[in-house]
Nanobody, 121 residues
């Protein structure tokens, strides 16, 4: 069984920084793309940043220059470094990973449980 376990959420003042982590655990898989999404009540879940298996990245326009996504392939972990945080960044942040199960050569999409990020003004 594969799980994504997130950590690092909490409360920070506007202008501050925070780092989120998400580790994929289990066996018999290869991690492909990894991403962070966020969602506020009553709204759709938005893609914040993605890092592909080759290392290329893409960002939501509103976080460009402030957020950085990175990954440690040896640890099957993705990070989201968030700087210059704004109250509008407040949301539940979800980790997402595309994985290939090696024993079946099938592709699957996994989600973390979500972490609350709150930015006070």
């Amino acid at each position: 069984q594969v799980q994504l376990v997130e950590s690092g959420g909490g409360l920070v003042q506007a202008g501050g920084s925070m780092r989120l982590s998400c580790a994929a655990s289990g066996s018999d898989f290869v991690v492909l793309n990894m991403a962070w999404y966020r969602q506020t009540p009553g709204k759709q879940r938005d893609l914040v940043a993605v890092i592909r298996s080759g290392g290329s990245t893409s960002y939501l326009d509103s976080v460009k220059g402030r957020f950085t996504i990175s990954r440690d392939n040896a640890k099957n972990t993705v990070y989201l470094q968030m700087n210059s945080l704004k109250p509008e960044d407040t949301a539940v942040y979800y980790c997402n990973a595309d994985l290939r199960r090696t024993w079946s050569n099938t592709y699957h999409d996994y989600w973390g449980q979500g972490v609350q990020v709150t930015i006070s003004s």
